[in-house]
């Protein structure tokens, strides 16, 4: 410490100690003040949780069966996050290794995607080719019980886990479909759920992919069915083959895609825009983070129409909704799911769980938000709305996925028996059943890209 001139060493020493004193007095003044309000804190914690200490303690001590200790804990925390959203969920420390699994493309189950529809645990959409889509699950399906557990005021991440389990072991699934009145009984067996997301037509009897819907157009297709740590891989080796084989138009088609991945929708996106805002997420207190385009790898001269229905969520309403914002594609189809939530995987301290827990919003390059709510679920701001909007009967629907279906279980198999993949070429019976995609063929031969001009 510097000395002050004239100042004698117990005249400084004085000092410092009477610095010391005013200081210890101004916290214990702070501190006597803040007292009342602590207090108050402190009762508020108690009064909130205390019905819920007494309950856990009468359980405990006169339950008729004895309990485990943190079996009605782990309940109530679900219970707590149940109140927040669909999507957020208490992860036990026994169910941490299976939902890490499942986002990285693979798990033991039947293949669904489920969200809440008006509260009602639904079907978002079944995986293409799962035990779900062969039994006859359907998109927009309300799902009633499982093995005979009344699901219906469950969350999504609840019933997800009682959907996985040991390979060939069985589900009973009761189901209502939309419009129907009586439910419907379906029983399916557990088995490794491969989500191959991008494929194109099938493939021929020599091994090779179809990808071109219009072979005279040169117009190609890629089906995206979801978004794990792998689709933007499988995605770019699709990209870049059609267009080194001269591609001059290409469908994405987005329909049935329940989502997954943000970074993967953002990667893909980014294969088509330069520079730009793709994606911003905005938390309650607007904290904004932006994700942009770059300039590496972008295919910027290849005409773009993306389809959608109402089972593409998430992370396919990021693709769409953003190259729609930034006018780079056309959007044909029915609108979207409207889920544009960000949930985060927080691991708790001091406990082997986790929670995940929906921390933002997905917010689109135009401002618009994608999530449907209460608020504005009966209003035009949610979910991707088609530039062109080609509805499908039930019939047209029902009819669609059998043929994909049909289509997968070829394409599928190719991977072990070329021949089983001869005549999967499906443009010749595909493209009459299926509105949508020859509605955006149409768009893309109409093009007035110099691609098209220069043929």
């Given at each position: 410490m510097t000395d002050f001139p004239?100042?004698?060493?117990?005249?400084?020493?004085?000092?410092?100690?009477?610095?010391t004193w005013v200081a210890l007095f101004a916290v214990m003044t702070l501190m006597f003040l803040r007292l009342p309000q602590m207090a108050a804190r402190q009762d508020a914690v108690v009064n909130t949780y205390a019905a819920l200490v007494e309950v856990d303690a009468l359980a405990h001590q006169q339950y008729v069966e004895v309990l485990d200790g943190n079996r009605l804990v782990e309940g109530a925390i679900r219970g707590m996050l149940r109140q927040l959203d669909p999507?957020?969920?208490?992860?036990?420390?026994?169910?941490?290794?299976?939902?890490?699994r499942r986002s990285r493309g693979g798990y033991m189950g039947v293949g669904l995607v489920l969200g809440l529809v008006d509260g009602a645990p639904s079907v978002i959409?079944?995986?293409?080719?799962?035990?779900?889509?062969r039994a006859g699950i359907k998109p927009g399906d309300l799902i009633l019980s499982i093995n005979g557990q009344d699901v219906t005021s469950r969350s999504v991440f609840e019933i997800d886990e009682l959907l996985v389990g040991k390979?060939?072991?069985?589900?009973?699934?009761?189901?209502?479909?939309q419009g129907e009145r009586t439910g419907l009984t379906v029983t399916m067996k557990r088995e490794p759920v491969h989500m191959v997301s991008v494929r194109g037509f099938g493939r021929q009897a020599n091994g090779q992919t179809v990808y071109l819907a219009d072979p005279d157009a040169q117009i190609a297709y890629l089906r995206v069915s979801n978004f794990h740590d792998g689709t933007q891989k499988e995605f770019d080796r699709a990209l870049n083959t059609l267009v080194h084989a001269g591609a001059r138009g290409l469908v994405i088609d987005l329909r049935f895609n329940?989502?997954?991945?943000m970074f993967g929708a953002v990667a893909m996106v980014d294969r088509f825009l330069e520079d730009g805002v793709i994606l911003a997420t905005v938390t309650r207190r607007q904290a904004v983070d932006e994700y942009r385009a770059t300039p590496a790898d972008t295919?910027?001269?290849?005409?773009?129409?993306?389809?959608v229905n109402g089972s593409s969520a998430s992370s396919a309403e990021i693709v769409s909704g953003s190259l729609q914002a930034r006018e780079r594609a056309t959007i044909v189809g029915t609108r979207s799911f409207g889920k544009g939530s960000v949930q985060h995987l927080i691991h708790l301290t001091g406990h082997p769980a986790a929670v995940k827990l929906t921390t933002a919003h997905y917010r689109l390059p135009d401002g618009r938000f994608i999530h449907r709510n209460h608020k504005n679920a009966l209003t035009q701001n949610w979910g991707v709305i088609p530039d062109v909007v080609v509805e499908l009967t039930e019939e047209e629907r029902t009819a669609l996925r059998r043929a994909r279906h049909e289509l997968d279980s070829a394409f599928l198999g190719a991977e072990n028996d070329r021949d089983a993949a001869a005549g999967s070429d499906a443009r010749t019976w595909l493209l009459p059943l299926d509105n949508q995609l020859a509605r955006?063929?149409?768009i893309l031969k109409a093009s007035p890209n110099d691609s098209f001009l220069t043929q």
């Amino acid at each position: 410490m510097t000395d002050f001139p004239g100042w004698s060493h117990g005249q400084q020493i004085m000092s410092r100690h009477g610095i010391t004193w005013v200081a210890l007095f101004a916290v214990m003044t702070l501190m006597f003040l803040r007292l009342p309000q602590m207090a108050a804190r402190q009762d508020a914690v108690v009064n909130t949780y205390a019905a819920l200490v007494e309950v856990d303690a009468l359980a405990h001590q006169q339950y008729v069966e004895v309990l485990d200790g943190n079996r009605l804990v782990e309940g109530a925390i679900r219970g707590m996050l149940r109140q927040l959203d669909p999507y957020s969920a208490y992860i036990a420390p026994d169910e941490l290794a299976a939902f890490e699994r499942r986002s990285r493309g693979g798990y033991m189950g039947v293949g669904l995607v489920l969200g809440l529809v008006d509260g009602a645990p639904s079907v978002i959409a079944p995986i293409e080719s799962s035990p779900a889509a062969r039994a006859g699950i359907k998109p927009g399906d309300l799902i009633l019980s499982i093995n005979g557990q009344d699901v219906t005021s469950r969350s999504v991440f609840e019933i997800d886990e009682l959907l996985v389990g040991k390979p060939n072991t069985k589900v009973q699934m009761r189901v209502l479909h939309q419009g129907e009145r009586t439910g419907l009984t379906v029983t399916m067996k557990r088995e490794p759920v491969h989500m191959v997301s991008v494929r194109g037509f099938g493939r021929q009897a020599n091994g090779q992919t179809v990808y071109l819907a219009d072979p005279d157009a040169q117009i190609a297709y890629l089906r995206v069915s979801n978004f794990h740590d792998g689709t933007q891989k499988e995605f770019d080796r699709a990209l870049n083959t059609l267009v080194h084989a001269g591609a001059r138009g290409l469908v994405i088609d987005l329909r049935f895609n329940p989502g997954g991945t943000m970074f993967g929708a953002v990667a893909m996106v980014d294969r088509f825009l330069e520079d730009g805002v793709i994606l911003a997420t905005v938390t309650r207190r607007q904290a904004v983070d932006e994700y942009r385009a770059t300039p590496a790898d972008t295919v910027t001269d290849l005409p773009l129409v993306v389809l959608v229905n109402g089972s593409s969520a998430s992370s396919a309403e990021i693709v769409s909704g953003s190259l729609q914002a930034r006018e780079r594609a056309t959007i044909v189809g029915t609108r979207s799911f409207g889920k544009g939530s960000v949930q985060h995987l927080i691991h708790l301290t001091g406990h082997p769980a986790a929670v995940k827990l929906t921390t933002a919003h997905y917010r689109l390059p135009d401002g618009r938000f994608i999530h449907r709510n209460h608020k504005n679920a009966l209003t035009q701001n949610w979910g991707v709305i088609p530039d062109v909007v080609v509805e499908l009967t039930e019939e047209e629907r029902t009819a669609l996925r059998r043929a994909r279906h049909e289509l997968d279980s070829a394409f599928l198999g190719a991977e072990n028996d070329r021949d089983a993949a001869a005549g999967s070429d499906a443009r010749t019976w595909l493209l009459p059943l299926d509105n949508q995609l020859a509605r955006a063929i149409e768009i893309l031969k109409a093009s007035p890209n110099d691609s098209f001009l220069t043929q």
